[in-house]
């Protein structure tokens, strides 16, 4: 049998912090006593104009890279989910290849927006267990939602933030990754996302007069205890196959966009916030790349020791979920 193993995290923070002081004076209302209450978020990290996606994922991929102690000529393959691309085709994790060096890397974009990285993180895993020409694989969370804001929507601009994680995957003998679960509920694919730029509405000249650039929009609401009602019966159907239990759990990494969420959800599996890691105050929502980002800042701070059980659980717009079962072996 061969196992997927994490042998190291990375994570890039842009320079640019906007706080939510400063944010007010953009959106000209005041809304940081109620966000800091109500969903956690104290700052965001912007890339600055020079950057793209493909850089944020880069700098998390150098830096996991060089904790693992391996070049990117020895990846086999890059996995990199994003549902902010550099170009809507190619792929964005071409670039990634091209930037890091990775000359004997394959490589795809996965998209199911937030959930993409533990969506990724499944799918890698589950080739390093199919197939042994796979020895490394690199994957990448990167997120860059800031280039699609509008400033002036308080709904949007007080939340998003750029950032890129990553982890390094390597094949071994025993058991890392440990099983997975996806979920969707699809009748909520048109509730929020960028919704110009594809077939149903191109980004034409008429159709960028008509409604602006593409932007992050809620279009219509979804229950506000989504999470809530799913997250819990998500991680127990994993926890289950791998006969383990919540209480086995060192600790749970869940999607960064609403700490109240995560509060609430960690009541209802009936584990203490202690068991739990969070980076949305500091870092704001960085979708996709908020779960690896939030497990390099906990292994960084020293929260896990080898054979630690982790958790990961995602949710994202579509509305897709995903989550995964880890034995820490670093």
């Known amino acids: ?53 493909s850089d944020l994922a880069v700098a998390a991929a150098r830096s996991a890279l060089e904790r693992a ?56 895993c589950k080739t390093i267990a199919a ?11 990167a997120y860059g939602m800031t280039r699609f804001l509008d400033w002036k929507d308080k709904k949007t601009c007080t939340l998003f933030a750029d950032g890129g994680g990553a982890v390094v995957l390597r094949a071994g003998a025993k058991p890392g990754f440990l099983g997975a679960k996806l979920l969707a509920n699809g009748e909520y694919h048109d509730a929020m996302g960028i919704y110009t730029g594809g077939t149903v ?12 650039a593409p932007k992050v929009e809620f279009v219509r609401k979804f229950p506000a205890t989504f999470n809530l009602e799913r997250w819990p019966g998500l991680l127990g159907d994993v926890l289950k196959r791998a006969n383990a239990s919540l209480d086995d759990v060192a600790l749970f990494v869940f999607t960064q966009l609403n700490l109240r969420t995560i509060e609430a959800t960690m009541a209802a599996l009936g584990q203490p916030m202690t068991k739990t890691h969070w980076i949305m105050d500091k870092w704001g929502y960085t979708g996709s790349a908020c779960i690896p980002m939030t497990l390099d800042d906990a292994v960084a701070q020293g929260r896990l020791r080898r054979g630690d059980l982790v958790a990961f659980c995602a949710s994202g717009g579509g509305l897709s979920m995903a989550a995964a079962l880890f034995r820490w072996t670093m």
């Open 1 to 53: 049998m061969r196992y997927a193993n994490i042998i190291a995290t990375g994570r890039y923070v842009p320079e640019k912090v906007i706080t939510n002081a400063e944010l007010e004076k953009t959106v000209g209302a005041p809304f940081d006593d109620w966000l800091v209450q109500n969903v956690g978020i104290r700052q965001r990290h912007v890339m600055a104009d020079h950057e793209v996606t």
């Open 69 to 124: 102690g391996i070049g990117p000529e020895e990846l086999d393959l890059i996995v990199l989910a994003t549902d902010t691309p550099d170009y809507l085709s190619p792929g964005t994790s071409s670039a990634v290849q091209a930037k890091l060096g990775a000359k004997n890397a394959g490589t795809y974009d996965l998209n199911c927006a937030c959930a993409g990285w533990v969506t990724a993180l499944d799918v890698a």
């Open 131 to 141: 197939d042994d020409s796979y020895r490394h694989i690199l994957v990448v969370g």
């Open 201 to 212: 509405r191109p980004s034409t000249r008429q159709t960028i007069e008509q409604l602006g």
